[in-house]
């Protein structure tokens, strides 16, 4: 007969069980893999999987699971993972604030339907942009990167009892503000153009008001917004890069003030 040291389980159930926490927890909030399309059963084998991977190259850890301890280190584990994830998100609400601007300023700011990544009112441009940045998001590798960084958050913030420090949520919230800044660092030319022709189109307003505006400007402002959404094409590639590497520098530095 075998012995089965009740310690030696309990050790190694906590070794396994607080890694799977973390990463389940970034599974529910980071962008692509949280999506309803992904059923809960492949994020939670998923999870599983990399924190089988991963818990044999962390410090043991000597927690008991059933404890006012072992609740507290759930919580920031938890805390942890949906920080990393809700980060992540940042990169995609960006994007999807310079299709709904340039959508307005189009005047195809009407043009929602159900989007269940993005809210159940999507613009239909914040939808083009959204696609074509997961597409890239995926072909740069961020996914791969995004758990990367997890494995590393496992050196800079242990399993440990340990409160977070404050600065990392502070950082956080600056961080939040990539959603108005590169998203209108995005829309900004097809926004400039599409305003000075609406400017164009008032004067010719009040210089021949016989002509009607509103029978010449919607076909020229949506004709002209598509035209310049097709040359914006070529700069959404290394602007995603861009905004990519942003936020996993400011990811780091989040991660490191929490620790």
């Known amino acids: 007969m075998y012995d089965i040291d009740i310690s030696q389980v309990n050790m190694l159930l906590s070794q396994y069980f607080w890694p799977s926490v973390r990463v ?3 599974f529910m909030t980071a962008p692509i893999i949280s999506e309803k399309q992904i059923t809960n059963r492949v994020k939670i084998g998923l ?3 990399i924190s089988f991977l991963l818990a044999p190259t962390l410090p043991p850890v000597h927690i008991d699971i059933v404890t006012v301890t ?3 280190v759930g919580l920031q584990q938890i805390v942890i993972g949906a920080a990393i994830g809700v980060t992540m998100q940042f990169i995609f609400a960006a994007v999807r604030n310079a299709g709904e601007i340039i959508g307005l300023q189009m005047g195809l700011s009407f043009a929602t339907f159900f989007d269940p990544s993005g809210g159940p009112n999507m613009p239909v441009m914040a939808r083009i942009i959204n696609v074509l940045m997961v597409l890239l ?3 740069f590798n961020g996914h791969l990167w995004m758990i990367s960084i997890l494995a590393d958050s496992f050196t800079v913030i242990p399993v440990d ?3 977070l420090h404050g600065l990392g949520f502070l950082a956080i919230v600056k961080t939040g503000g990539i959603i108005f ?3 209108l660092m995005l829309g900004l030319p097809i926004i400039t153009l599409l305003l000075t022709l609406n400017i164009t189109l008032g004067l010719l307003n009040r210089l ?4 009607s505006i509103f029978v010449v400007g919607f076909p020229l402002t949506l004709t002209i917004g598509m035209v310049a959404m097709s040359l914006l ?3 959404l590639a290394p602007f995603a890069e861009y905004l990519i590497q942003d936020v996993f520098q400011r990811l780091s530095l989040i991660m490191g003030d929490m620790g």
Do not use: K
């Open 233 to 235: 094409m070529y700069t």
């Open 137 to 139: 998001f995926l072909a």
């Open 24 to 26: 389940l927890a970034l």
């Open 161 to 163: 009892p340990e409160p």
């Open 181 to 183: 800044s590169h998203g």
């Open 70 to 72: 072992g609740l507290w």
């Open 208 to 211: 021949t008001p016989q002509l």
């Open 47 to 49: 999870a599983l999987l």
